[in-house]
């Protein structure tokens, strides 16, 4: 009995140390030595990962079935375009292929999760982690999986809209700052005990998140003179902290450069080109997005900048210039929106940038 009871403790002291080697250590597990969880629910994760847990609740990712932009008529039409459940309610990802080549599945179960902890950590009995914990003295059974941190576990998804394509053409993959490096940058969660534990952050930071935004975006301003003595305003906005187009991924998404001038009297001048009336303010404009492939937009990009596509490449800058005559205009407001759908105000979007400069 004496063997029993020694065998037992040594049990349950392993357990516990393979339990605080795989959790955050942000809660203890209630699961018993060798028991399994329900891997049909993100919801078995909150015991063990609380904190990542509430992370990733807070997302966008766990909003993206039940996101009413999302549930909208023009885009999915509450889910009837059917092409777009898979990547807003996916099956586990691992568990079929990853890279640029795979295709999610959707899933039927607990759809209102939309991309839950199993769409990317499920792998059939256990769990992707970044780290293995031997046995089944984890309650999920982890085991590392190096596809959690590379590119290839995000294009079944991410790159339908050819997002992961651009990184890889891009300098940030030739320098090796992956997805993970923006997107889920290392964060620092504190243990029950004080003590400290590094790990990544679950928030998926990405349009949503004005630091984000503003951090992959430079605004330059110059105030020039032509040969004829005309003002030439050149605004020049260069994606420098975006391993991708901005704005990224799905065609709705739109960036919109506004230069307003404003005339000695206060007064604004006026649109210089035809557009809905009392809905875009600005003297001139430019948009930057890939549209709908039934736009007319698509060919007034190609012939007025040579691409149907005008999202900025990583790395890359585009231009808005706009003429005055000195003594008529005395200042511009410069100003860049994001927007989440192309028919979004102005004043609904993200100011990304704004800028008043005397002229």
Same mark, same amino acid.
């Given at each position: 009995m004496k063997a029993l009871r020694v065998l037992l403790a040594l049990g349950i002291i392993a357990a516990?140390?393979?339990?605080?080697?795989?959790s955050d250590g942000s809660s203890t597990s209630t699961a018993s030595a060798g028991a399994l969880i329900d891997l049909t629910t993100s919801e078995s994760c909150r015991d063990c990962h609380s904190e990542v847990y509430d992370e990733w609740k807070s997302s966008y990712h766990a909003q993206s079935f039940l996101d009413p932009l999302v549930r909208a008529k023009e885009q999915s039409n509450n889910f009837r375009k059917v092409q777009c459940i898979p990547?807003?309610?996916?099956?586990?990802?691992?568990?079929?292929?990853?890279?640029?080549?795979?295709?999610?599945?959707?899933?039927?179960?607990?759809?209102?999760q939309g991309v839950d902890c199993l769409a990317c950590h499920k792998f059939h009995d256990h769990v992707a982690g970044t780290q293995s914990v031997s046995g089944a003295l984890a309650a999920c059974r982890p085991i590392a999986d190096e596809r959690l941190s590379r590119a290839e576990l995000c294009a079944p998804c991410h790159n339908q809209h050819d997002t992961v394509n651009e990184w890889e053409a891009s300098s940030f993959h030739d320098a090796g700052v992956g997805c993970l490096d923006c997107h889920m940058p290392t964060i620092t969660r504190t243990l029950p005990d004080g003590r400290t534990k590094q790990g990544r952050s679950h928030k998926f930071l990405g349009g949503h998140d004005l630091g984000t935004l503003q951090g992959a975006l430079d605004l330059k301003v110059e105030n020039l003179t032509t040969d004829s003595g005309e003002g030439l305003l050149k605004v020049s906005v260069t994606n420098s902290g975006a391993g991708?187009?901005?704005?990224?991924?799905a065609r709705h998404r739109a960036l919109d450069l506004v230069v307003t001038l404003i005339q000695p009297d206060g007064?604004?001048?006026?649109?210089?080109?035809?557009?809905?009336?009392?809905?875009?303010?600005?003297?001139?404009?430019?948009?930057?997005?890939?549209?709908?492939?039934?736009?007319?937009?698509?060919?007034?990009?190609?012939?007025?900048?040579?691409? +149907?596509?005008?999202?900025?490449?990583?790395?890359?800058? =585009?231009? *808005?210039?706009?003429?005055?005559?000195? !003594?008529? /205009? $005395?200042?511009?407001?410069? +100003?860049?929106?994001?927007?989440?759908?192309?028919?979004? =105000?102005? *004043?609904?979007?993200?100011?990304?940038? !704004?800028? /008043? $400069?005397?002229?």
């Open positions: 516990c140390v393979a339990a605080f080697l795989y990547c807003h309610a996916p099956a586990p990802i691992l568990e079929r292929a990853t890279g640029k080549g795979a295709r999610v599945v959707e899933r039927f179960t607990f759809r209102e991708h187009n901005y704005p990224a991924d007064v604004e001048v006026p649109a210089r080109d035809e557009r809905p009336p009392d809905r875009q303010r600005g003297t001139a404009r430019r948009r930057f997005r890939n549209p709908y492939r039934q736009e007319a937009s698509r060919l007034t990009n190609l012939e007025t900048w040579g691409r +149907e596509n005008t999202q900025i490449p990583s790395g890359g800058t =585009e231009t *808005l210039e706009v003429p005055y005559q000195p !003594e008529q /205009v $005395v200042r511009a407001r410069i +100003e860049v929106f994001y927007k989440l759908t192309p028919y979004m =105000e102005d *004043l609904d979007s993200t100011l990304v940038h !704004e800028r /008043v $400069v005397e002229l």
